[in-house]
């Protein structure tokens, strides 16, 4: 077969292979993913394991083009239409819609117009506040960076990857992984080493797999047990390795995953909460609508009459407002947070940081400042060594898996105090850090030819496989002696604020090129490293402040608990009995839900056990939140009801996390729970008004209905009453919230708001019926229908927009509590535009008369004693049950 008729077919099988069904693709021969990743002939695997290429720069642009941005949909952007739809489809207005075609067709435009204003009305008004806050969480969003390490041509000097916006991969890139990455897309393993991935968000399946780079495509077999494959939504748990990806995007396992399962997530308890409300409502208005309708159509002999005033009252007992109420002070919180620099990655969560009352956090950069310092490289006797120094820089030089704080602080010390040459020594192998060792080790060759395996990490794990010491020229066997001075100097490091890190190594002889764990064994101890990472100003501040909004903050680090100890204490946090992770390792979850309810503090913790204390808290009735940034925080951040992290947390904690901050400091996070907190407050405002309100007016319609001659407001009249009172509610999520009620944690209670309904619900039906015999016996309104509708209409509409400014506040108000201006100055309109609407064309084409000029200073003294009935009620029952 001559060249070119060999390129023709390259040609054609790699379109064959990108049109493939994952199955299929799942399948395909390493030859097929030699031309994926740009090689041609196809039969050249072997040269993709040694020296994979990589795209070239205008390749992967063309490809970007061809199977666009590898973005999964729920992370899509949805569109202005999507944005309406999603607002549009609720229950309430589907049953004000449907409320709208009966009046249509029942003749009653004018109704169905004011009914399509009340929908409109309130979807235009949540649109563009929840628009507002999509823009501005997008360019937040656009701040966290989440990026891959990719093989691209030409490669930046000095380096083989580079790392680029994990949007932009495209499939034949090759991608470097490494702990706390996440899988960027569907990809073939090329390269591994001790490569463990954690896959349970795509197969349940707790337990990590090892991957391996060596080809098995069995079509039969499940693409999840495959070890070569590995799958977008799974995490790098330790090793790492290099890949090739073959599917981007929504064409990903995870993507098809997501797009099904897109806005299927568990609602929280306020989500439950208000769809049970709502529920509520509309049951109230399927048996008010019905009753209503046959009391008018059997006493009044008018059945067409009957049933508009049924519709019209079924429209006014909806809380048609709800939906843009709780969209808008999201949404309006969520711009608010930003301004802070906290990204709100779900807008349900905004509600329970605000009822969290437990925040779980790791001590380093939320206490400390996250600058750590080499300070001191010790011998076993405590003595200044070079040597120590020297091999914790080949360590940290040499390794290429996940390089941490402490990592960077011994280069950054040795590129400060004077250089250490590395081009003698030659990298053999190595072993990745991972949370069971907690240790890492790299296979170095020296000068004199020998290997030199060099191990670093937590000082009892070194220990444990320590048989000999080195101390200058002089070797020697371990004793108990060597270890209880060496664990005296570590503890008086650990008092003294240091984190310690241990140093050891072990020489062989031979050209041994693949090394395993049993190698960490028989080592030779050779010292220690101490950081220091000295606390945060703003902490101390930060932790009362929270305290003072009843929040309790517990330490859950994998640091020793010495070095806890002190540290907490520099921050005034009294740390009291401090439990291990050696003693939670033995407790029954009984045993650990007190122990988590009694301590502060939590050291030496693995991530499985820093989850097992979030449920024990979850499961003692606290809303738990957790912040955190490393791959061991992530089972936790999961497991909490409100996971933080940061942004210049690792992939996999980012993705974990609900909320995202810019900046790593409790100060930011105590105005997000305040924030939190006043949302909570100004969407159960309109709640309780709403609950309250409509069960007062079952009365007041029902009674009406009954004795009266005449319908008690005529249909047009209903949503007039109920159109004005929409827009005076329009202000709520602006409404200021008093100081006390965000001193502590607020959590939906939907019985508290069964119990508002039935205590301060009546009142408003007492001053109704006031109403009544005032228009009838005063006025002799009982053969001047519109004159009883014109003073019921305006009766009603003062104390509803009134009622808000009783039940906002557990003060007295516009005394001790003022509601916002903007709450102000809608109310006034509303009122004075219900009160001169009679004495217009308008109110005459609506059916209302003028009032009698002693119908206005009866209607005063009834305000002000339903403003007072109303308090009082109200004082009473905050007294029993809280507001």
């Given at each position: 077969?001559?060249?070119?008729?060999?390129?023709?077919?390259?040609?054609?099988?790699?379109?064959?292979?990108?049109?493939?069904?994952?199955?299929?693709?799942?399948?395909?021969?390493?030859?097929?993913?030699?031309?994926?990743?740009?090689?041609?002939?196809?039969?050249?695997y072997?040269?993709?394991?040694?020296?994979?290429?990589?795209?070239?720069?205008?390749e992967?642009?063309?490809?970007?083009?061809?199977?666009?941005?590898?973005?999964?949909?729920?992370?899509?952007?949805?569109?202005?239409?999507?944005?309406?739809?999603?607002?549009l489809?609720?229950?309430?207005?589907?049953?004000?819609?449907?409320?709208?075609?009966?009046?249509?067709?029942?003749?009653?435009?004018r109704?169905?117009?004011?009914?399509?204003?009340?929908?409109?009305?309130?979807?235009?008004?949540?649109?563009?506040?929840?628009h507002?806050?999509?823009?501005?969480?997008?360019?937040?969003?656009?701040?966290?960076?989440?990026?891959?390490?990719?093989?691209?041509i030409?490669?930046?000097?000095?380096?083989?990857?580079?790392?680029?916006?994990?949007?932009?991969?495209?499939?034949?890139?090759?991608?470097?992984?490494?702990?706390?990455?996440?899988?960027?897309?569907?990809?073939?393993?090329?390269?591994?080493?001790?490569?463990?991935?954690?896959?349970s968000?795509?197969?349940?399946?707790?337990?990590?797999?090892?991957?391996?780079?060596?080809?098995?495509?069995?079509?039969?077999a499940?693409?999840?047990?495959?070890?070569?494959?590995?799958?977008?939504?799974?995490?790098?748990?330790?090793?790492?390795?290099?890949g090739?990806?073959?599917?981007?995007?929504?064409?990903?396992?995870?993507?098809?995953?997501?797009?099904?399962?897109?806005?299927?997530?568990?609602?929280?308890?306020?989500?439950?909460?208000?769809?049970?409300?709502?529920?509520?409502?509309?049951?109230?208005?399927?048996?008010?609508?019905?009753?209503?309708?046959?009391?008018?159509?059997?006493?009044?002999?008018?059945?067409?009459?009957?049933?508009l005033?049924?519709?019209?009252?079924?429209?006014?007992?909806?809380?048609?407002?709800?939906?843009?109420?709780?969209?808008?002070?999201?949404?309006?919180?969520?711009?608010?947070?930003?301004?802070?620099?906290?990204?709100?990655?779900?807008?349900?969560?905004?509600?329970?940081?605000?009822?969290?009352?437990?925040?779980?956090?790791?001590?380093?950069?939320?206490?400390t400042?996250?600058?750590?310092?080499?300070?001191?490289?010790?011998?076993?006797r405590?003595?200044?060594?070079?040597?120590?120094?020297?091999?914790?820089?080949?360590?940290?030089?040499?390794?290429?898996?996940?390089?941490?704080?402490?990592?960077?602080?011994?280069?950054?010390?040795?590129?400060?105090?004077?250089?250490?040459?590395?081009?003698?020594?030659?990298?053999?192998?190595?072993?990745?850090?991972?949370?069971?060792?907690?240790?890492?080790?790299?296979?170095?060759?020296?000068?004199?030819?020998?290997?030199?395996?060099?191990?670093?990490?937590?000082?009892?794990?070194?220990?444990?496989?320590?048989?000999?010491?080195?101390?200058?020229?002089?070797?020697?066997?371990?004793?108990?002696?060597?270890?209880?001075?060496?664990?005296?100097?570590?503890?008086?490091?650990?008092?003294?604020?240091?984190?310690?890190?241990?140093?050891?190594?072990?020489?062989?002889?031979?050209?041994?090129?693949?090394?395993?764990?049993?190698?960490?064994?028989e080592?030779?101890?050779?010292?220690?490293?101490?950081?220091?990472?000295?606390?945060?100003?703003?902490?101390?501040?930060?932790?009362?402040?929270?305290?003072?909004?009843?929040?309790?903050?517990k330490?859950?680090?994998g640091?020793?608990?010495?070095?806890?100890?002190?540290?907490?204490?520099?921050?005034?946090?009294?740390?009291?009995?401090?439990?291990?992770?050696?003693?939670?390792?033995?407790?029954?979850?009984?045993?650990?839900?007190?122990?988590?309810?009694?301590?502060?503090?939590?050291?030496?913790?693995?991530?499985?056990q820093?989850?097992?204390?979030?449920?024990?808290?979850?499961?003692?009735?606290?809303?738990?939140?957790f912040?955190?940034?490393?791959?061991?925080?992530?089972?936790?951040?999961?497991a909490?009801?409100?996971?933080?992290?940061?942004?210049?947390?690792?992939?996999?904690?980012?993705?974990?996390?609900d909320?995202?901050?810019?900046?790593?400091?409790?100060?930011?996070?105590?105005?997000?729970?305040i924030?939190?907190?006043?949302?909570?407050?100004?969407?159960?405002?309109?709640?309780?008004m709403?609950?309250?309100?409509?069960?007062?007016?079952?009365?007041?319609?029902?009674?009406?209905?009954?004795?009266?001659?005449?319908?008690?407001?005529?249909?047009?009249?209903?949503?007039?009453?109920?159109?004005?009172?929409d827009?005076?509610?329009?202000?709520?999520?602006?409404?200021?919230?008093?100081e006390?009620?965000?001193a502590?944690?607020?959590?939906?209670?939907i019985s508290?708001?069964?119990?508002?309904?039935?205590?301060?619900?009546?009142?408003?039906?007492?001053?109704?019926?006031?109403?009544?015999?005032?228009?009838?016996?005063?006025?002799?309104?009982?053969?001047n229908?519109?004159?009883?509708?014109?003073?019921?209409?305006v009766e009603?509409?003062?104390?509803?927009?009134?009622?808000?400014?009783?039940?906002?506040?557990?003060?007295?108000?516009?005394?001790?509590?003022?509601?916002?201006?903007?709450?102000?100055t809608?109310?006034?309109?509303?009122?004075?535009?219900g009160?001169?609407?009679?004495?217009?064309?308008?109110?005459?084409?609506?059916?209302?008369?003028?009032?009698p000029?002693?119908?206005?200073?009866?209607?005063?003294?009834?305000?002000?004693?339903?403003?007072?009935?109303?308090?009082?009620?109200?004082?009473?029952?905050?007294?029993?049950?809280?507001?």
């Amino acid at each position: 077969m001559d060249t070119e008729t060999k390129l023709a077919r390259n040609e054609k099988t790699r379109e064959e292979v990108f049109a493939r069904s994952p199955k299929a693709l799942i399948a395909a021969t390493d030859s097929d993913l030699a031309l994926i990743a740009g090689l041609t002939p196809p039969a050249c695997y072997e040269r993709m394991l040694s020296a994979p290429t990589g795209l070239s720069a205008d390749e992967a642009g063309e490809r970007l083009r061809q199977f666009g941005p590898n973005i999964v949909s729920k992370e899509q952007r949805t569109s202005l239409v999507e944005e309406i739809w999603g607002l549009l489809r609720n229950p309430l207005n589907g049953l004000l819609l449907t409320l709208c075609i009966v009046s249509y067709f029942l003749g009653d435009v004018r109704a169905a117009m004011v009914v399509m204003v009340m929908v409109a009305l309130a979807v235009a008004t949540a649109f563009v506040q929840e628009h507002r806050s999509n823009e501005a969480a997008a360019r937040l969003r656009a701040m966290v960076h989440t990026r891959a390490s990719v093989r691209r041509i030409p490669l930046p000097e000095g380096s083989s990857f580079a790392d680029v916006p994990l949007e932009t991969l495209v499939p034949g890139d090759i991608v470097r992984l490494s702990a706390g990455d996440m899988i960027p897309a569907d990809l073939r393993l090329l390269e591994t080493k001790d490569l463990f991935v954690n896959q349970s968000a795509l197969t349940g399946e707790a337990m990590p797999a090892e991957k391996f780079s060596d080809a098995e495509c069995t079509v039969e077999a499940d693409p999840f047990d495959l070890s070569n494959l590995c799958f977008m939504g799974a995490n790098v748990v330790s090793g790492f390795g290099t890949g090739v990806i073959i599917r981007t995007g929504p064409s990903t396992f995870f993507g098809q995953l997501a797009h099904d399962l897109a806005g299927k997530q568990l609602p929280t308890a306020f989500d439950s909460g208000v769809a049970r409300f709502t529920w509520l409502m509309i049951c109230f208005i399927l048996v008010m609508g019905p009753a209503v309708f046959l009391i008018n159509g059997l006493t009044k002999h008018d059945w067409l009459e009957a049933l508009l005033f049924a519709v019209a009252v079924a429209v006014g007992l909806t809380p048609e407002m709800l939906p843009m109420i709780v969209t808008v002070n999201l949404a309006k919180s969520a711009i608010a947070m930003s301004k802070q620099k906290v990204i709100i990655k779900r807008l349900n969560a905004i509600q329970n940081i605000g009822a969290m009352d437990v925040l779980c956090t790791d001590k380093t950069g939320t206490l400390t400042q996250d600058r750590i310092i080499l300070k001191r490289h010790l011998d076993i006797r405590g003595d200044e060594s070079d040597d120590v120094l020297r091999y914790a820089f080949l360590n940290s030089h040499f390794q290429s898996g996940l390089r941490n704080l402490l990592d960077e602080a011994v280069l950054a010390h040795v590129q400060l105090h004077g250089e250490l040459r590395t081009e003698n020594y030659i990298k053999v192998d190595e072993l990745p850090f991972d949370f069971s060792r907690r240790r890492m080790s790299v296979v170095v060759i020296r000068p004199d030819g020998r290997q030199l395996l060099i191990c670093k990490g937590a000082v009892e794990e070194i220990f444990a496989v320590c048989t000999r010491y080195s101390l200058g020229a002089e070797t020697g066997p371990l004793d108990p002696g060597h270890f209880e001075t060496a664990k005296a100097e570590t503890e008086a490091l650990n008092a003294d604020g240091f984190r310690v890190v241990a140093v050891a190594f072990r020489e062989f002889d031979g050209n041994k090129q693949d090394y395993g764990l049993a190698d960490e064994s028989e080592l030779t101890l050779l010292g220690y490293v101490a950081f220091l990472d000295p606390p945060k100003e703003s902490a101390r501040q930060a932790i009362a402040a929270l305290k003072s909004r009843g929040v309790t903050v517990k330490i859950l680090t994998g640091d020793n608990d010495i070095v806890t100890r002190k540290v907490c204490s520099e921050v005034q946090i009294k740390p009291g009995r401090i439990i291990l992770g050696s003693q939670i390792a033995v407790m029954q979850d009984k045993e650990l839900a007190v122990a988590a309810e009694q301590t502060d503090v939590f050291a030496k913790l693995t991530p499985a056990q820093k989850e097992r204390v979030i449920a024990a808290l979850h499961r003692n009735g606290h809303v738990v939140g957790f912040l955190g940034d490393g791959i061991n925080d992530s089972p936790a951040l999961k497991a909490a009801d409100v996971g933080i992290s940061v942004d210049t947390a690792v992939d996999i904690a980012k993705e974990s996390a609900d909320v995202i901050l810019l900046e790593k400091n409790l100060l930011v996070l105590q105005s997000a729970v305040i924030e939190g907190r006043r949302t909570f407050a100004n969407i159960t405002k309109y709640i309780k008004m709403g609950a309250s309100s409509n069960f007062g007016n079952m009365f007041s319609v029902l009674g009406a209905s009954i004795f009266l001659p005449f319908l008690p407001m005529a249909p047009i009249q209903v949503l007039t009453n109920n159109l004005l009172y929409d827009f005076s509610q329009t202000a709520i999520p602006t409404d200021n919230v008093d100081e006390d009620y965000l001193a502590s944690p607020r959590r939906w209670e939907i019985s508290n708001i069964f119990k508002f309904m039935i205590f301060v619900g009546p009142i408003s039906s007492i001053f109704d019926y006031a109403t009544y015999g005032m228009m009838l016996f005063i006025f002799n309104a009982w053969n001047n229908p519109s004159l009883f509708q014109t003073g019921w209409f305006v009766e009603s509409l003062l104390t509803q927009t009134l009622i808000i400014h009783i039940i906002r506040t557990a003060r007295v108000p516009f005394i001790e509590s003022r509601a916002s201006a903007t709450l102000i100055t809608t109310s006034l309109v509303i009122s004075t535009l219900g009160i001169v609407l009679p004495f217009t064309w308008a109110g005459s084409a609506l059916g209302f008369a003028p009032l009698p000029l002693l119908y206005w200073p009866m209607l005063v003294v009834m305000l002000v004693t339903y403003a007072a009935l109303a308090h009082l009620v109200k004082v009473w029952f905050i007294k029993h049950w809280g507001l």
